[in-house]
C-alpha cells in the first residue's frame, strides 16, 4: 500500500471499490506509528483497540485525536499532569459525529497543556518533533496532530484553535490546518480554553480531505448555545478578488525567507486569475494585545475548576484551601499558571476597565476591520506564521517572542471568522503556510481558492 497518495477521499474510493478495507489500512498506520513514533512523539496514546473499531467500521477513516476532546470512555488528559488518569465520561459531539460517520480513532495526541502554547514543548509529557527536523518543534497547540498527518503517522487528525492552534502547527509541518468560523462545529466535549475564540477543526493532507472532516462535525448543536446551523450564511460561490494587508510586509519580525516565499504565493494566486487588491488592515496591531487579555481572562475562568475536587490529580492538605493550592500549584505547569495569573489580574476590581474592557472595545475594532474589508475583497491573504518552524528550546523561556510568533492567527479568533492554512512551499527546507481568511460562514470560498492553489 503506498500510504502517502493515499488521502481521505482515495481511501474512501478505495473502500467501495474493495482495494483495501479499513483495517488494512489502520494497520498500516499502527506499523508506521511502530517505526517512527519514539523519534516524533506525536501520540500520547496509541488505542489498543484500533483493529476491533476497524472490524467494526469497514469503510472507516482512521484519525488521531487531540488530547483535549473527549471520547468516552478514554484518557483525555489536555497533556496536563492535573488530568493523567481521568476518563472522559461522553463524547464530544464532534467525536460523536465523527463516530456515527464510521471514524476509528488510532489515538490521542500531543499538545500544549490546556492548548496554551505555539511549540508542544508546554506538555507535561515531554515534546513532539517535527518530522522535517527532528530539533525543531511541530508548532502548537495541536502540534501532536500536526506532525502524525505529516509523519504519515494517521491519515488525518483534529485539532482546537483559539489562536492559531490548528493553523500554526499545520503550517510547520506542511499540512492544511482550518478553523471554522465560530460556531460552526460544536464546542460540546472540548476542554474550554477561551470560550469565545475556541473552535475544533481539521488537520489533513488535502483540502478537499479538510473539507469532508468538516462537513461531518459542522452543525448546530443545542449542548453548544453559540453554534450555528449550516445554512446560517449563504453561499457565497467562487472568490474573484483577493485582499493582501499591505502592512504586514514591512511588519518587524517576518522573516525575510517566508516574504518572498508569500510574494511568490501571491504571484500565483494571480496566474490563477484572482485580482490581488492591497487592504488596510488599520488595527491589526491592535489583535495580539487583544488576544492576550480576552484569552487569559476566559482561560483564568475555565481553569477554575481544576480544583483537586471534581477530578482529576488531587494533592494532600490539611485544609480544602491547602488542597486546592497544593493542587494547583504541583500539578499545572508554568504557561498555564501565567495564563491564570494574568487572567485574574486583568479581570480584578480595579483593572476591569483598563484592560478586559479595553480588550472587548478593540476586539469591536478590529470585527470592524474585518467587515469593511470583506466589502471590497472575497478572501484576505497573509502568511501563517512570521517564520518556519524554530528550534526546541529556542523561545520556551520568552513568552512574549513565542506570543509574537501568533500574529497572523489571532485576528480570526478575535473575528470568529473562519481560516485555513496551506502548504505553500519551503523556506530553507522547511514548510510555510500560505493562510487564507474568509468571512463568517465562508469555508467553501476558502475551499474553492485553497483547492486551486495547492495544484
Ligand atoms: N499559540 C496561541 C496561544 O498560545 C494559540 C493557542 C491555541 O490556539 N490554542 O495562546
Known amino acids: 500500500m503506498n500510504l502517502e497518495g493515499i488521502t481521505i477521499k482515495s481511501a474512501l474510493d478505495s473502500f467501495d471499490k474493495g482495494e483495501f478495507s479499513s483495517e488494512e489500512l489502520a494497520s498500516e498506520y499502527l506499523k508506521v506509528i511502530g517505526e517512527k513514533d519514539k523519534n516524533i512523539h506525536a501520540y500520547l496514546e496509541v488505542y489498543g483497540d484500533v483493529l476491533d473499531q476497524a472490524k467494526n467500521n469497514p469503510k472507516g477513516i482512521p484519525l488521531a485525536i487531540k488530547d483535549n476532546i473527549l471520547i468516552n470512555g478514554r484518557v483525555a488528559s489536555a497533556a496536563s499532569k492535573i488530568l493523567e488518569n481521568y476518563k ?26 490546556f492548548a496554551m502554547g505555539g511549540s ?72 474550554a480554553m477561551g470560550s469565545s475564540l475556541d473552535q ?37 460561490g467562487k472568490a474573484k478578488v483577493i485582499g ?36 488596510s488592515f488599520e488595527h491589526l496591531s491592535l489583535a495580539l494585545a487583544t488576544y ?28 480544602l484551601e491547602e488542597v486546592y493550592q497544593n493542587t494547583r500549584s504541583e500539578a499545572l505547569g508554568v504557561e498555564v499558571k501565567r495564563r491564570i495569573m494574568l487572567g485574574t489580574y486583568v479581570l480584578s476590581t480595579g483593572y476591569f476597565d483598563e484592560y478586559y474592557g479595553k480588550a472587548n472595545t478593540a476586539r469591536e475594532v478590529i470585527k470592524k476591520d474585518f467587515e469593511r474589508i470583506f466589502k471590497d475583497v472575497d478572501v484576505i491573504a497573509t502568511p501563517t506564521t512570521p517564520t518556519p518552524a524554530f528550534k526546541i528550546g529556542e523561545k520556551i523561556n520568552d513568552p512574549v517572542q ?10 480570526a479568533n478575535i473575528a470568529g471568522v473562519p481560516a485555513i492554512s496551506i502548504p505553500a512551499g519551503k523556506v530553507d527546507g522547511l514548510p510555510v503556510g500560505l493562510q487564507l481568511i474568509a468571512p463568517h460562514g465562508a469555508e467553501e470560498v476558502l475551499f474553492g481558492v485553497g483547492e486551486e492553489f495547492e495544484k
Open 88 to 113: 472522559a465520561v461522553y463524547d464530544a459531539t464532534a467525536i460523536e459525529k465523527l463516530k456515527d460517520a464510521g471514524s476509528i480513532f488510532l489515538g490521542r495526541t500531543n499538545m500544549d497543556e
Open 120 to 191: 508542544t514543548e508546554n506538555s507535561a509529557y515531554g515534546p513532539t518533533k517535527n518530522p522535517h527536523d527532528l530539533e525543531r518543534v511541530p508548532g502548537g497547540s495541536s502540534g501532536g496532530s500536526a506532525a502524525a498527518v505529516a509523519a504519515g503517522e494517521t491519515l488525518a487528525a483534529i485539532g482546537s484553535d483559539t489562536g492559531g492552534s490548528i493553523r500554526q502547527p499545520s503550517a510547520f509541518c506542511g499540512v492544511v490546518g482550518l478553523k471554522p468560523t465560530y460556531g460552526r462545529v460544536s464546542r460540546y466535549g472540548l476542554m
Open 200 to 236: 475544533i477543526g481539521p488537520i489533513t493532507k488535502t483540502v478537499a480531505d479538510s473539507k469532508i472532516l468538516l462537513d461531518i462535525m459542522a452543525g448546530l448543536d443545542p449542548r453548544d448555545g453559540t453554534t450555528i446551523s449550516n445554512d446560517t450564511y449563504e453561499n457565497r
Open 244 to 279: 493582501v494587508p499591505e502592512s504586514i510586509l514591512q511588519m518587524d519580525g517576518l522573516d525575510s525567507g517566508v516574504l518572498k516565499n508569500f510574494q511568490e504565493s501571491i504571484e500565483k494566486l494571480k496566474s490563477l486569475g484572482y485580482e490581488i487588491r492591497d487592504v
Open 292 to 319: 492576550y487579555i480576552i484569552m487569559p481572562a476566559e482561560v483564568s475562568s475555565n481553569m477554575a475548576r481544576y480544583d483537586g475536587i471534581k477530578y482529576g490529580y488531587r494533592a494532600k492538605g490539611d485544609t
Open 402 to 411: 513565542m506570543y509574537l510568533a501568533d500574529i497572523f492567527t489571532v485576528p
